[in-house]
C-alpha cells in the first residue's frame, strides 16, 4: 500500500490521459512501478497476477487487481481519486479483461517501461493487431519537469543525504572493512529519514576506480582515497544521491592533482546549467576540464542522469542529447576520473531554474580528509 506521507498531486491523472491523446495513444497500460506511482500514488505490490491501470484516450481510466488485492487498492490513493476498480478472479484472464474494455480501434498501446515482459506479451495476444510502445514517451515528458512540491521532496531527499555525510568522517577509519563502514552507512541512511537503501558504495585505494564498485571486505589503508556513492528513498517515494570523496590520512600527491581537476570540471558543469542549454552542452563543460587536463580518457561515463521517483530517469546528461533543459528538471552533476591506482567522483543533484541551477546538496566539494 502507498505510504501515507507519499507524494501525490491529484492532477496527474487528468493530465496523463491529455497528453496520451495528444500523442496519439489510444490508451497506455500501467503496470506496478514509477509509472504507476507517478500517475496515481498507489504503490502496487508487482506480482504475477496482473494489476493494470488503464488510461484511455477517450474514456475514464481504470485499474484492473485481483480480487486479492482489491481492499489495499480501495485503501490506496488511486482509490481516493475514484478511478474505477476492475477486480478478478483466479480463474479469470485479466489480459483479456482490460483488452475488452478498450475499442477494438484503439490503434497503438502504451506500455509501462518497466512492465514485465511476460505481461506485454500477454497482452499482445489479448491485443491481436494492436502496437505496443513505451509509456515513457508520454509519461517521461510529464516526470522529468518537476513541479514545486516534487522539488522540494528532493531538496529533503538532498538534506537526508547530507546529514549522512555528515557521519561519515567518524566511519571511515584505517583497518576497517569497506563492508563494515558500508554497514554503518546503510544503518545512518534510514536512520536519516530514508524509507529503503537504494545503493551503498565505499570504493577504498584501487576499488574508487570502479564507479559501481560493490561493498567487499578490502581493508581499508592509510594515505588511501575512498569513494562514498550513497543514496536511498524517501517515504515520500523521492530518491537521494549524492558522491563524496574522502581520503583516511594524507593521499598521494597525484590523486591531489586530478582531484583538483576533478572539482573545477564539477563547477563548470554545474555552472553551466539553465534553461535553453542542452544536456550534451553540460557534459562538455565538465568533459573538456578533464581532456585539457590530460584526463580525458579516465572521465568514463555520462555526467549525469534525471532524478526523481526513480534514482535513474531522464533527462540523461551525455552527448548527443540535445533536447533543451527546462525549469524543473532534476539530474545528477557527477564527472570523474579513474586512472586505475584510485578514483574520484563528485557528484551533487541539481535542478534547473529559471535563471540558472539548485544544487539539493551542501556538502563541501573539497576532499575531505579523516584522520587514519
Not at 540535445?322 to 563528485?346: D, K, N, Q, V, W
Amino acid at each position: 500500500m502507498t505510504s501515507p506521507t507519499a507524494l501525490f498531486e491529484p492532477d496527474r491523472l487528468a493530465r496523463v490521459r491529455e497528453a496520451t491523446a495528444d500523442s496519439g495513444l489510444g490508451a497506455l497500460l500501467l503496470t506496478p512501478g514509477p509509472d504507476l506511482r507517478y500517475v496515481t500514488g498507489y504503490d502496487a505490490i508487482p506480482l504475477e497476477r496482473l494489476t493494470c491501470l488503464v488510461v484511455p484516450a477517450a474514456d475514464d481510466p481504470f485499474l484492473i487487481v485481483p480480487r486479492l488485492e482489491l481492499a489495499a487498492a480501495q485503501a490506496s490513493t488511486a482509490g481516493e481519486l475514484g478511478v474505477e476498480l476492475v477486480p478478478w478472479d483466479e480463474t479469470e484472464d485479466p489480459y483479456a479483461l482490460a483488452a475488452g474494455r478498450l475499442p477494438r480501434d484503439v490503434g497503438r498501446v502504451g506500455v509501462a517501461d518497466r512492465m514485465w515482459a511476460v505481461m506485454a506479451l500477454r497482452f499482445r495476444a489479448a491485443m491481436p493487431g494492436v502496437e505496443q510502445v513505451a509509456a515513457g514517451q508520454v509519461l517521461g515528458e510529464l516526470r522529468k519537469r518537476k513541479s514545486a512540491a516534487e522539488i522540494e521532496a528532493l531538496r529533503e531527499a538532498g538534506a537526508a543525504i547530507d546529514r549522512v555525510h555528515g557521519i561519515v568522517p567518524a566511519l571511515l577509519k584505517a583497518g576497517r572493512t569497506e563492508r563494515e563502514v558500508g554497514r554503518d552507512i546503510a544503518e545512518a541512511i534510514l536512520a536519516e529519514g530514508h524509507a529503503t537503501v537504494d545503493f551503498v558504495i565505499v570504493g577504498s585505494g584501487p576499488n574508487g576506480a570502479s564507479p559501481h564498485h560493490e561493498l567487499s571486505d578490502r581493508v581499508i589503508q592509510a594515505g588511501e582515497p575512498v569513494v562514498v556513492d550513497i543514496g536511498g528513498t524517501m517515504p515520500n517515494g523521492y530518491c537521494s544521491d549524492e558522491t563524496r570523496v574522502y581520503a583516511v590520512g594524507e593521499a598521494p600527491a597525484d590523486f591531489h592533482t586530478y582531484y583538483a581537476v576533478l572539482k573545477e570540471a564539477q563547477e563548470a558543469a554545474r555552472a553551466a546549467v539553465r534553461p535553453g542549454v542542452t544536456p550534451e552542452a553540460v557534459d562538455a563543460a565538465a568533459r573538456e576540464v578533464i581532456a585539457a587536463a590530460g584526463y580525458g580518457e579516465y572521465f568514463i561515463h555520462r555526467t549525469g542522469h534525471g532524478i526523481g521517483l526513480e534514482t535513474h530517469e531522464e533527462p540523461y546528461i551525455v552527448a548527443g542529447n540535445t533536447e533543451p533543459l527546462e525549469p524543473g528538471m532534476a539530474f545528477s552533476i557527477e564527472p570523474g576520473i579513474y586512472p586505475g591506482p584510485h578514483g574520484a567522483r563528485i557528484e551533487d543533484i541539481v535542478v534547473c531554474t529559471a535563471d540558472g541551477h539548485e544544487s539539493v546538496n551542501h556538502v563541501t566539494r573539497d576532499l575531505i580528509v579523516v584522520d587514519a
